[in-house]
């Protein structure tokens, strides 16, 4: 697989629309789609301000990873509700990580600062995708139990409430 350059974008977006709204499949995928790992697969990144990121630095956590890109409309409209739920869940054990498929990070950047987006953002490559199974279309989002173990995978236009149900679900319990 190739990184999504400007000439897989139309690609990607005829991927898009060919997609259903959302799909949450378990670890193992669907038939018919990509073998999501049952752990997800560690990574190391530089965030866009240069500090190091490391997947399994979260452990304890419960991480929504998202595969997204400046030019994909359903990403961008997922990234200010994603804000939201890491100011109120993350103090419960929420972590949102983005990984972006864009190909350069300027954009990414302007991007963020109009934003304000308050949780990491690595710069993805095909060679990351494909530890993931594979992106072939955007945004993708995994959500990642405190063990490190992928429990679902979101992928198309997203279903907000839904996932927001399944974060509220699979927060780790308060400690005693």
Not at 3 to 30: C, D, E, K, Q, W
Not at 81 to 94: N, V
Not at 114 to 135: C, N
Request: positive net charge.
């Amino acid at each position: 697989m190739r990184a999504l350059g400007t000439g897989s974008r139309a690609a990607v977006a005829l991927v898009i629309g060919l997609l259903p709204p959302l799909t949450a499949t378990p670890a193992r995928g669907a038939p018919g789609s990509h073998t999501v790992p049952e752990a997800a697969p560690d990574f190391v990144r530089a965030d866009l301000a240069g500090q190091t990121v490391r997947l399994r630095d979260y452990r304890g956590k419960l991480v929504l990873l998202s595969f997204w890109a400046t030019w994909c409309e359903p990403c961008r409209a997922e990234a200010p509700r994603f804000s939201d739920w890491q100011r109120q869940y993350g103090p419960k054990g929420l972590q949102v990580l983005g990984i972006s498929m864009d190909d350069n990070a300027s954009a990414v950047r302007t991007f963020v600062r109009e934003l304000r987006l308050p949780y990491p953002i690595v710069m993805g490559d095909a060679p990351l995708a494909e530890q993931f199974g594979g992106v072939l279309g955007l945004p993708l989002t995994f959500l990642i139990d405190p063990a490190g173990r992928i429990v679902a995978r979101f992928r198309g236009e997203p279903d907000l409430d839904r996932i927001e149900e399944r974060i509220r679900a699979s927060l780790p319990a308060p400690p005693r």
